[in-house]
């Protein structure tokens, strides 16, 4: 039986350890126990963010210092999900995933948060935004759910998946063996990767059929969506990541999860839902609530309950930061917290203009 | 009795006059019965936001060709208060705000929502953001209740106040006279005009104590304020404008008003209250609420419950983006609409990170 | 023979015309001769930029009032060509270029500044960024130059085009009818349109050869371009306008015109060979230069003189701002003034990261 | 005698050592002898800019490394100057000064480069921005003239100063003492602790009298000022330190430095005059200039040579990042090369609007 946690930890910047060294020190944390870090940090959460970065690199080079291993390996054997972007009231944070065999006194009845994790095998270049990216990441997370001890899609609630992007000489690799890539827009790539990560997880949950996809899917077929997915591009990886949150009769701990998706991004209905399936009444979300995944995008069509948006023409702010800062304060506004994790682009993850969330709680 | 309404149009652009004209040209709207036009323009909001100009340009000149009057004879009749920003969710919109005597069989029993205006003579620069500015808002306050029937303080529920700001050459006048202004920077003399326009108001409806207001009052102590208060300043004029709405025995139509206080930037339970008191089911919101007024401000204390924000050290995009994009989506996601007015920069109105909100609802 | 002259007029904010007024009503300039109006407005010059359309829109008003016309005829007789983005040093300005029949004493020897104007018919939604829109546009610019007396292409020194951009409702048309368009996305169709533009220019003037041209030319091949084009796309129209500025022997006036190409956004070295040609010392540029025209980007390669530049992945600043800024400055520091017109988006406009400059200067 | 030398180095980010490594381990630099190391990051160089710390701390960890000590003496030993912000042309980049005993065979004849450096004592907060802070940054700058053997103010060239500022818990201390701070906005502290260190520099060079400065002298005087003077506050430090670059007879090496003064953002005529006391011809620079060093801000009277500027009203982009896109491609226009040190916030650091400009190359 394993004992998983999460531990939410606010930051005073992007290079600010102090949190986590402390509790490292006072032996509240044993850092041999973190699988995962994920955290929101304040740079853009586009292109020139180097908050993602500097936070990971930042946290490593603690961690190394205490596991006594070189910071590269510590990349290896934990996953640093940043997030860039914490616009409106979002607050900068970070959350740990820890992970422990229980003992024997910390036997609990009945389902309790469980993390999973698994990684696909290195992707070649001509494989990223289609059919093997979407088969290798679906293998993957149902490995990660049997890490967690996870036996039913339904009790799978969030998926986050780290996924590599193209680059110009990896573009130029597979061309050399005459093979073509999926674009050649590294920028694209991105959002092939993540669109073909999140199809896999779909396809994992059974929640997208086999027949439906085809490489075309990605990125085409917005409607086509996992509701439990969150997937991000990196450029330092070039396989996937994959951590499963989910139930499981096989973990221990005080924490519960529960999802549901939002419709579009004002969806405050989704939030309560994922609260009541958990039997936690709002009033009481701020005890109780330890953290919120959500995935936030501008509505495609220009529209919010029929009413035009203005983000995807804002040449000043990109349509990521308007949609963090609006999910994000209905997400707040319903669990009274603002450290959640809000993160942009969500493509084949909940319905377009909308989002998975999940919700894990203290029982 | 009067006949108060309030029209919401969506607009395609800050130059999109369509809606109104088509309203006009079938009769819908006799624009010899505005009173006042409120709109979301999108621009930044901020200083270089031209759109609100334009907007409030577009709508004057087609209604002085509908009035056969000067453009310049419209804006002088007719109250336009353009707040730029629509962050996030929000939509560009305009309000229509018409008055015209009732029929006797429109009358009804009971309050309705009642607008009423009033102007207070031109200001002196040295008089900005200063006493009497206070108490001559105050006083076309008590006068533009007056003008709508109401009665008691109690029933005022949103005020909207446009008003002057210092320029260079308005200070260099002073000076010439041996007078010195509340400021020699034009930038904060806009929000000492705001603060003292919002205190002038908390005068007239008893929020705020004669006693305690003094010059130094007037952005000192940010706890001092009131509830129903909405100052915009503006370069267009030397003197204040007031619209009051409230409800009135004196006034008939389908509509009405109330209002409560965001405690900070995520208190939706205010916007449920304020629809409570209207008697309206949040599911039933989106087809009752005709607006929404409301004012946004990020925290000044860096936090927002107990958590860090970072909107006030955002160099890339003004805090009050940010704050308009997380309080209107807030909004939106209780009410069910996104083309509501939610408009930054809320000196002493409502608490430091909070702000006024108030409904206008059908009955 | 024609007098030819540009009026370069500062304004104070993009609805200010009152320059525009004071020149007309001491009779300095006659309304009906005006044939283009060129400008630079405070916007962003991107998606979102509205200070275009209101400048276009406040300048057209105030023509038709004293043309005695619609504002619309005013916009089909004028050609209002308004750029965003005034960044650095930039300076908001409108440029009138007046023409009317010289007066027998008004007579010179020698060639002087000619403006010559034409049009293409409206092009199908098909025909946007393709051979019609190419072709048709190199007849239009041989069209103009005769317009202008101008009778070798060696004489054309700057040719602005304003043209169309799909929108999806005529994608949809041409659809309809079973064509398809060359792209169906709107905003590339602006790049698309612009540069089908420019090599259409650069057939007129014979620096790209009738060989070289295909469909997939557009956009493809950044070398293949006209060192004398400037093209900008709008919603407002379907047709081509072209502006051409050149000498002519039956052109008079006290003007006269040159230009070179700027190869990197640095290159300060073609603004002097250009003022050079007109025999301008850089020391009296202040005086006799009237207005300097210019193209701006980012150079796609990521360099600028093989040092890495960071315009195009700031995520906060878009490439096109960064470049007017860059470029802007450096014309600025040669000329002595920074009311001069450097716009973005230069595809097949001189070479890439670079950019044609014509100098239009007293004699 | 003492062999000083610049050494540049481009970057791929902010995070990018392997440059620097690179040098180490091939032998061409002893991090031993790194003085001082000044970088142009690629954040926005104002509030939440983390490129700064994220470079030096970088930069820090990896000279701790081969130095063998913590990155703590690191950034004691050796003075870093990040500033942010790389706009239009301008190339992020590193420059490390070194300097060394130079040996008998490496004597020269007449001056050369020679760097200085000295260190005023800790500030208490409310010396900062004040008398104090003017005088200790005197005697210091006076000190690194010593150091570097420079014996005549005529020599300076260029004086770089890294000075503390006020935060809430400084401010606090100096109240709980029954001091006064020079300000209480933290923002403030830092332009009054720019400038009252610019003063300082002025002051040791004699550019400024005794008699000219009073506490209120700080920011209130623009035109007082030093032409040598570049200076920039950070937080993590209570003393100032004071880098002073300039020619002496003691020093020796291949490089020599000059510098003239900016009278505004397009005067290239300036660093015509730089290079030419340096007997640099223009079309050698891109050979000889080693880098440059020079400051830069929007006028503040609004005008650039007469006509009107946009960069203080606009709220999408901060005046800060306007003037250094427009300085540093008017400067890389002169020298030919776009890694430079352009750097923003000149209070008292040449002509308001305009600004010292320093040129290091190759004799």
Known sequence: MLRCDLTCLSVRGPGDTAGLEALIERGA????HIVAVMGKTEGNGCVNDFTREYAAGALAALLARHLRVEADEVQRRIAFVMSGGTEGVLSPHITLFTRRPAGAHERTAGK??????????????????RHPQIHETARAVRAAMADAGITTPGDVHFVQVKCPLLTSSRIAAALARGRSTATQDTYESMALSRGASALGIGLATGEIAESALC???????????????????????????VIVLGMSGTATGPLVIAHDVMRDAIDAAAIHRALASLGIDPADAGERVVNVFAKAEASPDGLVRGSRHTML????????RHARAAVGAVIASVVGRTAIYVSGGAEHQGPPGGGPVAVVARR
């Open 215 to 241: 490489d075309e899917a990605v990125l085409r077929d917005a409607w086509l969506a996992s509701s439990v997915a969150s997937t991000s591009a990196g450029i330092e990886l070039l396989h996937n990541v």
């Open 112 to 129: 309790r948060l469980a993390i999973g994790m698994a990684f696909t095998r290195d992707f070649l270049p001509e494989e990223i935004g």
């Open 313 to 320: 023409n804002d040449s000043d702010i990109h349509s990521t």
């Open 29 to 32: 944390i044993d850092p041999a």
